[in-house]
């Protein structure tokens, strides 16, 4: 402790005389200026002393120098491996109780009891009830698409998606998950999601990583694995408020996005993509397209001006 108070005391002044100076030789320049001309530091008469005791400083500040440097590298390699080991077992977590969860046997169905209507009126209710589910497709993952994200569901959790910017890290974020809400976002800023959650979870198995998204752009999404409390109900949204799904039109075998026929799941890969853009500012898949298209066609016709065309 005292050799780092003795090494420390002048630092306020060494700093300050060293902003002046402009640069490590201008200030070894000065340095030597000063002993040359204030000390007898050059008038002893034997060079080969000086020289000596210089690089004896030099060599011991190298040292200690290479030491801290070591030290350094060896802490950021630790903290890069522990991070590393936290998302593999964040995800070996989530695969297990994926695992899990698929191999519970569903629940055996309850027989609803059905008060007595008059014929005309069950025969009006039923015509005009078939003709909804008839035109309603099942929803996606049995989820669905929000301005937040994507959000797919099985019997015993949810899966949330939450586009995130390229270049995003998991230290920036803010997580907050208890028995009936979430919080979601970047520190500092509005969250992305929050909200009171459909029904109550179990806060301890629940979990979330940081992960690369689908594509070439280098974006991240943010995936959230919410264990239900109750695992024999179908949820309608994930926050109070939102849109509500058909529950009556869920489909078990479909309740992964992953496990969705490749028509279906192309069109929610491509609505996710296009959420990712807008929130960046940049144009949708669709608009990409019509850009791409007028960009090929004046490189073809460089003899027409389009300096005061108007475009939509």
């Known amino acids: 402790m005292s050799n780092m108070l003795e090494d420390e005391r002048f630092d306020g002044m060494l700093l300050n005389f060293a902003q ?43 040292s200690l120098a290479d030491k801290t440097n070591a030290q350094k590298k ?9 991070a590393q080991k936290r998302k593999a077992a964040a995800k ?10 698929a191999s519970t046997p569903p629940p055996a169905p309850v027989q609803p009891v059905v008060p007595v209507k008059k014929p005309e009126d069950d025969k009006e209710n039923k015509d005009a009830n078939d003709d909804d589910d008839d035109k309603e497709p099942p929803p996606p993952g049995n989820g669905g698409i929000m301005p937040w994200g994507v959000w797919t569901q099985q019997l015993a959790d949810l899966e949330l998606k939450i586009p995130m910017a390229s270049g995003t890290k998991a230290k920036q974020l803010v997580v ?28 301890d198995d629940c979990f979330w990583t940081l992960e690369d998204a689908p594509g070439e752009l280098g974006e991240k999404e943010i ?11 179908w949820w309608k949204n994930v926050i109070v408020g939102d849109p509500e799904i058909n529950t009556q039109k869920v489909q078990p075998e479909n309740s992964k996005l992953s496990e969705l026929d490749g028509e279906t799941r192309m069109t ?14 940049k144009p949708t898949a669709d608009e990409q397209g019509k ?19 108007k475009f939509s």
Not at 42 to 61: C, I, P, R, T, Y
Not at 276 to 281: D, P
């Open 20 to 62: 002046q100076c402009q640069g490590i030789e201008p200030l070894l320049d000065t340095l030597f200026s000063f002993m040359r001309r204030k000390t007898d530091f050059f008038q002893s008469g034997d060079d080969e002393k000086a020289k000596n005791m210089v690089l004896k400083m030099l060599e011991k500040h190298q």
């Open 74 to 82: 060896k802490l950021s390699a630790d903290a890069e491996a522990a």
């Open 92 to 101: 070996a977590k989530r695969e297990a109780a994926r695992a899990k969860a």
């Open 176 to 203: 907050d998950i208890r028995k009936q809400s979430i919080k979601v976002g970047l520190k500092g800023q509005p969250p992305a999601l929050e909200g009171e959650l459909h029904k109550k979870v179990i806060v």
């Open 223 to 233: 995936v959230i694995a919410l264990q239900k409390e109750d695992k024999q109900m």
């Open 268 to 281: 929610v890969e491509k609505m996710m993509y296009d959420q990712r853009q807008k929130a960046m500012g």
């Open 291 to 309: 850009q791409d298209v007028l960009e090929k066609f004046m490189k073809s016709h460089p003899e027409m001006d389009f300096s005061k065309a």
